[in-house]
């Protein structure tokens, strides 16, 4: 793996996008969708400090527990730099379950998009992906459709997170929370202005590992981002706690070369 600068997509895109969701529950026939309105930010250091950025924005989420459905919105600006996630989907064999996902970002001029759509009923997933890398600002694109097997759950990272606070979740037999999300699929020594000619999507795992507070009665998750950033550390992975109704609250990211991401959300 690339102890390289990665692209600022790969270190941005999962922890701007890991912001949750509502305790949900059944709610009686004809009421009204449960909608939320969050404030969260992101201090982002790279290089030991050299470049640092600061978002603010706002997480909207509408889920109607009566149809089933949810979309969340997550639009952040700072001095230069912004983002917009969105996502929005359906009940779909006992948990929540992306239809589609669509994000950009923005660092300093370099843009990226992503247009994410799951059909179920052909169990595959449409990826379309187009970035710059963060030096200089090579374009990497990809266009794939990724078959899911059969009895194989795939999420974004937003319904990965709802399925969480809604104990949708079900933890494998040694504790942890597996599932997949789609992804660009890079070598595994791809630098910061590595381009290939032709990329592939993939579905990537996505674990968490999770100990609960019994002071607090919050949870502490650790994720592996190795599969998602060249900058991820091996040895250390990164820390996310999640609030006594199981909603995201803050998160800590430690990666190569005195960089680090972190997420706080104001989950009151």
């Known amino acids: 793996m690339s102890r390289k600068v990665p692209s600022r997509r790969e270190f941005l895109t999962l922890p701007l996008a890991l912001i949750l969701a509502p305790l949900i529950g059944g709610r009686p026939a004809g009421a009204a969708p449960d909608a939320r309105k ?3 930010g992101a201090d982002i250091s790279i290089l030991y400090g050299v470049l640092t950025y600061r978002l603010e924005g706002t997480m909207t989420e509408t889920v109607d527990r009566g149809t089933g459905q949810y979309e969340v919105a997550i639009v952040g600006e700072g001095d230069g730099i912004a983002n917009r996630v969105e996502s929005r989907g359906t009940l779909w064999q006992g948990r929540w379950a992306p239809l589609q996902t669509r994000s950009f970002f923005s660092v300093k001029g370099r843009e990226s998009r992503s247009d994410i759509t799951y059909d179920y009923a052909r169990r595959s ?5 187009k970035g710059e890398t963060f030096f200089l600002r090579k374009l990497r694109v990809a266009d794939d459709v990724v078959p899911i097997p059969e009895g194989m ?17 079900v933890p494998q037999a040694d504790g942890t929370y597996l599932t997949r999300i789609v992804r660009r699929k890079r070598p595994e020594n791809e630098g910061a202005d590595d381009v290939q000619q032709h990329y592939k999507a993939e579905l990537a795992p996505f674990t968490l590992k999770v100990v609960p507070d019994a002071s607090t009665g919050k949870t ?20 996310i706690t999640f609030d006594t109704a199981r909603r995201l609250e ?18 009151g």
């Open 38 to 40: 969050a404030k969260y």
């Open 125 to 129: 997933v449409a990826y379309h992906f």
């Open 153 to 169: 759950y795939v999420d974004d990272t937003l319904s990965a997170t709802l399925n969480y606070t809604d104990q949708l979740w």
């Open 220 to 239: 502490t998750a650790h994720i592996d981002l190795t599969r998602f950033s060249s900058w991820a550390k091996q040895d250390q992975p990164g820390k």
């Open 250 to 267: 803050n998160m800590s990211l430690p990666m190569m070369l005195g960089t680090s991401v972190q997420v706080r959300i104001a989950t």
